[in-house]
């Protein structure tokens, strides 16, 4: 195992006060690529009244009662981000999962968000998303599998991932393994919906630009009862393959939405890319509301209240929900 690349980390005292005056110093060190140049927030977030300590529920909570839109989650988050690259989930003896961590100083078992890559790509493609969750208190997991053959067989890998997770907290300190959430990216989104439709012990799923892959999907999304959200690209830019499989299947809970001007690529987000890209960063805000709702509250109430400047605005559109 190894870490090539990591953001300033603090503990002890030095993280309590980092925490609380809400100061994310992201400093890459060593050979990485440089961050893109998004700005951090301003947002300060208030500690307990009496631990004295900022709590991931409490901070979630705020962000919910703010009412924060979904442009302020164009910005980093408040909380610096400890990078573990190259590391590996071992799911078996002889089977084990490559995987970088993104995991926010907020500590104290804050939700965790699984991020699986589509085809031809891989886990860099995603780094900047899952940095970026870590950055508003959502710890991340990007995983690298194989990036072509059965994306059913990578649906079974994933929910085993989960499982592995939810099962093994001493493991992963610092992570609620109750609280974990699926990210899935075109072929990587069926893969996402065959593991929840499986049973994936997961509070929810986010799958960006999904693109459908085998012929049990839809009997899959039928079987998910967690709450699902649909981030797509401008199908007149790029009309991803049956991608109204995807909401049409899901038993309700679920809604689905479209950025306006995006490409399929526009729903990743690496370390090098130009964050200057509005629609990269309209896909990742999306994707940061819709993680915060369902890793606070269950639902998607609050990314739905969180997208409606942007809806009014024509950024995103053909929202529908059931």
Not at 161 to 190: C, E, M, Y
Request: hydrophobic content about 40%.
């Amino acid at each position: 195992m190894n870490s090539s690349c990591s953001f300033r980390t603090v503990s002890g005292p030095s993280r309590i006060a980092a925490t609380l005056t809400a100061i994310a110093l992201m400093v890459l060190v060593g050979s990485c690529a440089q961050l893109p140049s998004t700005e951090v927030t301003p947002i300060v977030f208030k500690p307990d009244p009496v631990t004295k300590t900022l709590e991931s529920e409490a901070v979630r909570t705020q962000v919910v009662e703010r009412n924060l839109g979904v442009d302020q989650f164009r910005l980093r988050g408040p909380f610096e981000v400890s990078v573990r690259s190259g590391q590996y989930i071992q799911l078996s003896a002889k089977e084990r999962i490559p995987a970088d961590f993104y995991l926010s100083a907020l500590g104290n078992n804050a939700p965790l968000a699984i991020l699986l890559h589509g085809y031809s790509n891989g886990k860099a493609d995603h780094a900047y998303q899952g940095m970026h969750l870590a950055t508003w208190g959502i710890n991340s997991i990007v995983l690298q599998l194989p990036n072509r053959g059965s994306w059913v067989t990578h649906g079974r890998t994933l929910a085993r991932v989960a499982d592995h997770i939810r099962k093994r907290p001493a493991q992963f300190p610092n992570i609620d393994t109750r609280n974990i959430l699926l990210v899935g990216h075109s072929f990587g989104a069926s893969a996402v919906s065959y593991a929840m439709g499986q049973g994936a012990p997961v509070i929810g799923g986010v799958l960006l630009d999904p693109a459908s892959f085998g012929k049990g999907l839809a009997t899959a999304l039928g079987r998910v009862g967690r709450p699902v959200m649909i981030l797509l690209a401008d199908e007149s830019v790029f009309p991803a393959r049956g991608r109204e499989v995807f909401l049409n299947n899901l038993r309700g809970n679920a809604g689905e939405l479209s950025v306006r001007g995006a490409g399929h690529e526009d729903a990743q987000f690496s370390l090098s890319d130009d964050a200057d890209n509005q629609e990269r960063l309209a896909f990742l805000s999306a994707l940061t509301a819709a993680a915060i709702s369902i890793s606070s509250t269950g639902q998607l109430d609050y990314a739905w209240q969180s997208y409606e400047p942007a809806i009014a605005a024509g950024r995103l559109f053909d929202a529908r929900k059931k």
